[in-house]
């Protein structure tokens, strides 16, 4: 796993520059299939950030398609906010390393574990027209762990050896499941096996949930658009 220190004062401020100095271990990147970006948020933007969640929650009927019935949904892709953090330049790095070519931001929505909810099988979310041409990040808004439904995945189940045999997702044994503080952001490949856990506890764990696709995605992107919801523009372009 890739785990990136804390960013704070003058490194933020060259981040947002483009001249952040922090080196990106692109064979483990892509090796692991994941990386943990510890504290890329800046602590300030939390409050904001929250809110924004906490005003956006649609009940299930209000979305395109249906939402689990065990899981609080919001919609902010027009925050401003999370625009901001949608763009953070380290994200854009790794997701760029990742993708390996032009790509844009797809969409973005708020997703929170219900008491007793948010438990989910392995699963990959899949490239759509060829590996490694989608990458998902959730940044998170308050701590998680174990005990309020934080994320297991499989590192390096995103690139099967040839000839492997397929990978029994009721076997968790290799699963790692994430702890953390608010502010962290999971980055990872789209095939990576991944899942939700249930949510003993109740505490809050508010994130969102955000995708990038490849430039050549684009027209596909545009055609499922409405049943995803997406609501804000997204023809910019970022290059890797």
Not at 19 to 39: K, N, P, S
Not at 76 to 88: E, H
Not at 226 to 239: G, I, P, Q
Request: proline share 8%; with cysteine.
């Amino acid at each position: 796993m890739l785990y990136f220190p804390a960013m704070t004062g003058s490194q933020y401020e060259s981040a947002l520059h483009g001249t952040d100095a922090r080196m990106i271990d692109r064979h483990q990147l892509h090796r692991d299939g994941y990386a943990l970006l510890h504290r890329a948020i800046p602590a300030e933007w939390l409050g904001a950030l929250r809110d924004a969640f906490d005003a956006g929650v649609k009940p299930s009927e209000q979305w395109p398609v249906p939402r689990g019935a065990d899981w609080r949904h919001s919609m902010l892709d027009l925050d401003p906010n999370v625009q901001a953090v949608c763009r953070l330049p380290l994200l854009l790095k790794v997701v760029g390393t990742l993708i390996g070519e032009r790509f844009f931001l797809a969409q973005v929505e708020g997703r929170e574990p219900l008491a007793g909810g948010g438990h989910q099988g392995l699963h990959r979310d899949l490239s759509a027209q060829r590996p490694g041409d989608t990458v998902n990040a959730l940044a998170f808004f308050d701590d998680y762990g174990p005990d309020n439904g934080a994320t297991r995945l499989v590192p390096g189940s995103h690139r099967p050896a040839p000839g492997a045999p397929p990978f029994d997702l009721n076997d968790e044994f290799r699963c790692t499941q994430l702890a953390g503080t608010a502010g962290d952001i999971l980055v990872f490949d789209a095939d990576l096996l991944h899942a939700g856990s249930l949510n003993p506890s109740g505490a809050r764990r508010r994130s969102i949930l955000i995708g990038y696709f490849a430039e050549p995605r684009y027209a596909s992107h545009l055609a499922t658009a409405h049943l995803r919801n997406v609501r804000m523009d997204t023809s910019e372009r970022f290059d890797p």
